[in-house]
């Protein structure tokens, strides 16, 4: 195991991509729910950065299928500058969302890093969506829909172009797991450009544990793990504080063993909490279960293990 890292904590409170409001209030729904004391009680030291403060959300109707890409480009560069600057001080930057849009922002800094200090780079999409639409091919042009597509290069130049590299990941570097929501033009698009998914359908047949034995292997250390975790990845009957809930998800007990099998691996360096929204929780039940499971993430663990 590495030596812990230092953590910092940076809030993005916006729904600027989504279809609902209220994701905006995620940062600070997770702070009540004690992330700083949770990751402090396990021997991490912390920073919490406060929230990045960036355009509010007027709330209008597509334009040529990207809702509010003007504010979405904004809030991505945002985002992008504060996650690369911690990752450049050799931190460790958890990003409070905020929508999924802002993966996007968050994972184009963690290549930008990974180019710089020439480490290879694994994301780990964890989420019910494979939030993988293009302005074509979306039913909403809500633009948490479409992160992943972008950081394949597939999408506006203006959000494609963030972190200086075109595109900014490869479809190879990515697995999707949980997936149970695609949209018709999606699925053909995900499969054309080949994405590694573990649906629920695989994870059913084969078990959260194979899953992610496939979806951690040939790790290096050399590998920077990234994970981007979308609250509603998890099923509706756990976490009901999410906009897009789909029932049919990882149970507590799955998601628990997702996130401890990446402990153990030791590599993570960068983690998106996204897509919390506590207009639609039940008494903050849902940044409660989340902020366990970033505990499991960081090797909270019933006992010690050999
Ligand atoms: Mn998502």
């Known amino acids: 195991m590495n030596a812990q890292p230092a953590i910092s904590i940076i809030g993005a409170p916006t729904d600027i991509g989504a279809g609902d409001r209220g994701a905006s209030m995620g940062p600070e729904a997770l702070r009540v ?23 509010a959300n007027p709330w209008q109707p597509p334009v040529d299928g990207y809702r509010h890409l003007t504010e979405v480009v904004t809030w991505n560069r945002l985002v992008h500058e504060a996650v690369h600057a911690e990752l450049v001080q050799g931190r460790f930057p958890i990003l409070l969302g905020g929508d999924h849009c802002l993966g996007l922002g968050s994972i184009s800094a963690v290549a930008r890093h990974c180019r710089e200090a020439k480490k290879k780079l ?24 479409m992160p992943v597509a972008c950081l394949c290069g597939k999408g506006p130049k203006e959000l494609v172009e963030i972190g200086g590299h075109v595109p900014a990941i490869s479809p190879k570097w990515i697995r999707q797991i949980g997936i149970r929501s695609v949209d018709a033009g999606e699925k053909r ?3 054309e450009m080949d994405l590694e998914v573990f ?6 047949e084969m078990g959260m544990r194979h899953a992610m034995e496939l979806a951690l292997a040939t790790l290096d250390v050399n590998t920077h793990l990234h994970v981007s975790f979308d609250v509603d990845f998890l099923d509706p009957d756990y976490a009901p504080g999410v906009g897009t809930t789909v029932m049919g998800g990882p149970t507590y007990r799955e998601a628990q063993l997702c996130m401890e099998m990446i402990a153990d691996t030791g590599r993570m360096g960068s983690l998106d909490v996204m897509e919390l929204n506590p207009a639609l929780d039940v008494r903050n039940r849902t940044a409660e279960v989340a902020v366990d499971l970033i505990g499991s993430l960081f090797g909270k663990s019933t006992l010690m293990r050999k």
């Open 33 to 55: 729910a004690n992330i700083v004391t949770t990751l402090e009680g396990q021997g991490l030291e912390v920073i919490d950065r406060g929230n990045l403060s960036g355009p």
């Open 122 to 145: 694994r994301i780990l999409w964890l989420d019910a969506h494979a939030d993988f639409n293009t302005n074509i091919l979306t039913p909403s042009g809500n633009l948490h829909g």
């Open 189 to 191: 698009f995900v499969h």
């Open 199 to 204: 649906d629920m359908r695989y994870i059913d």
